[in-house]
């Protein structure tokens, strides 16, 4: 009977080298996800990087399993076959993730790949049994080693199933079946160990001739933490890939909606791209593409039919230019969205009564345009206009509110009435001949219309170069205290040095810039002008505030306070000697966009006043909620001053209102002393007009304000200026100018 040594076992180490194996488990159960990526070369990485993990984990289960083995004699182990175990565990590891990475776990595979993972557990294990060099050699119990394979073999067909099982998995319940497989897989991998342990007998005179080599609790104590190190960086990185992996699918998913999202924005952008989408008619750009498809279509149906009646081919194409009447005031008293309304009821009667195949466009605020195609004479043009002009006369119900209105059209002929670039210039001017006949009818275009079409298409082209050619200029008018006769400040007034014309006044191009959509460029001018002229006083002494006016494009500009802010910056102008002048209409065209603009303006410093008011029906409401500082009341009511109760009970209504809001009161357009003396009476703080100075140059301004310049103007300065505060210090002939105040 053969005698053996009896082997003993370190209980808390056999139960961390299970918890080593659990967790080995869990870190590879995570591993065979990342191995089945899209992406074959993160596939790839991961399946080199977590057999290396995942082997070297199984094999520290191994080897800190072994040190928990004791017998009554030293032990070691050779380094030579400990790291060939190691290596083996490598390998199986890559088996297993690799079979994990495929697409489906059939029966072949999973036999062919139990059996090979199997196999190199066993071979890792007893390559590493191997490494105790032991003399005589371990007699083995082959019942239990085959035990030990069938445990392998077994175990190995579980990891495989369990692997393909957790990846239809997410979630919690995926979390929990995750980590009961983790240990479910640590107890049968221990338990191939401790089997295969247990098959291993070592005769009575058994020494260990590598008891010198790896051995001792120092060595144990490395590799556990070496390896619960390795595979909790490797844990930690797996669960962030997840994580991106995730965020990757919502994002991928986001994007497919966002893709379709933007496939519909696209398609409505296109559609609104040639809508206007106020009426749903077309825009601008799209009637001029079809009124060139339909001149193209009569060139070559022309060219067909060379020799047919002159009176069919002249009226063969034809543009209604359709412009309505008294449609501001609607705006204003009833308010935009009663506008709205009364546009869209507006298109809804021009598709009604024109002809099938006409297109209908909206071209501008109040400005519509018709194309007819197939016209058999001119007749049927004045014929559609007529209608189209009884029908926009029947009043419009809004909100139980009789809303009246009416049209002029203008009409141009092809090819009689011009080319096709010309037709809706001229359509246009025929519209602004009805207009002027009263409205509320319609005008064929005739040849002497032209000249004016061509006298404004002249005007505008020069005057888009004036400001480069030096031909604008800033005319200024004073504006004196009502009690004390000073100088507070001076209104910049834009003219224009026409080559031909001689001087023209801003009623003469304004609209004109306005219309072709460079007021915003002249309005720069203006800007940059008035600062660099305040430099130039303020060079000289002279500090005086000057206002100027803002037209309603300049307040859609979005960038009309940076502009004013980088002007006064770059003429080191104090942005309170600058003095923003907005007319009541324009305030009260968009309140929300002029309150935007008011602000911005204030917050930078600049003085804010509501121009022409009285004349543009606006709401004391609104009124209240502009940071104005400063009301004029408009000329047509100081004109009458004299002769009139009603204008007085105005401007002493206004007066009292401006007073009780905080706000400043100027009068413009005072001509006489009786003007004058009702206007003090009234508390009017501000007066301006003929009667005091008419506009001038900046020359002769700082003349007039220093009594240096004779004739009418120069003698009145006197008794203005001698009053003032302000010392200008150069000249003997010096006078005083009314400081600002803040």
Known sequence: MNLYLEASYDFW???????????????????????RSPDRRAAAAWWAGGSVVMGTGIWSMHFVGMLAFSLPVDIGYTALLTFASWVAAVVVSGIALGIASRGALTAPRLAWGAAAMGGGICAMHYIGMAALDMAPGIDWDFRLVLASVAIAVGASAAALVIFFKLASLGGLRGAVVQVFAAVVMGLAISGMHYTAMAAARFPIDSVCLSAGALSGSRLGTLVVFASLAMLACTWLVSVLDARMQDKTVVLAESL???????????????????????????????FEDRLARAVALQQRLSERAAGRAASKAHGALAVLFIDLDGFKPVNDSFGHGAGDLVLKEVARRLLKDARTGDTVARVGGDEFVLLMEDVGTVADCTALAARLCAALRAPIVVDGQAIEISASIGIAAAPGHGEREKLIAHADAAMYAAKRAGGNSYALFEARMDVDVHAQVSLQAELRHAAERGELALFYQPKV???GGQIHSVEALLRWYHPQRGLLGPAQFIPLAERFGFITQIGQWV????????????????????????SAQQLRDVDLVGRLDRAMRRYGIDPSRLLCEITESVAMEDIEATQRVFEGLARIGVFLSIDDFGTGYSSLSYLRQLPAKQLKIDRGFVQDLETSKDARAIVDAVVQLAHALSLKVVAEG?????QRAVLISLGCDELQGY??????????????????????????????????????????KAKRVAAISA
Not at 24 to 33: E, M, T
Not at 528 to 549: L, P, T
Not at 670 to 674: A, F, I, N, P, Q
């Open 691 to 732: 009667l005091f100075a008419r506009p001038m140059p900046a020359p002769d301004l700082l003349r007039w304000m220093l009594d240096d310049a004779p004739g009418e103007t120069g003698d009145f300065a006197a008794s203005v200026i001698d009053e003032g505060e302000f010392f200008h210090p150069t000249g003997p």
């Open 527 to 550: 800007i940059d002008e008035a600062c660099r002229q305040m430099r130039e006083w303020s060079e000289r002494g002279v500090h005086i505030r000057v206002a100027i006016n803002l």
């Open 13 to 35: 180490v056999v139960v961390l080298s299970i918890m080593i194996a659990s967790f080995a488990s869990y870190v590879a159960l995570d591993l065979a996800r990342r191995v």
């Open 481 to 483: 205290d009502g009690r």
């Open 670 to 674: 005072v001509e006489t002393e009786g």
């Open 256 to 286: 497919r909606l966002t893709n379709a999202q933007l496939k519909g924005a696209n398609e409505e952008l296109r559609r609104r791209a040639f809508l206007d989408p106020l009426t749903e008619l077309p825009n601008r750009m799209l």
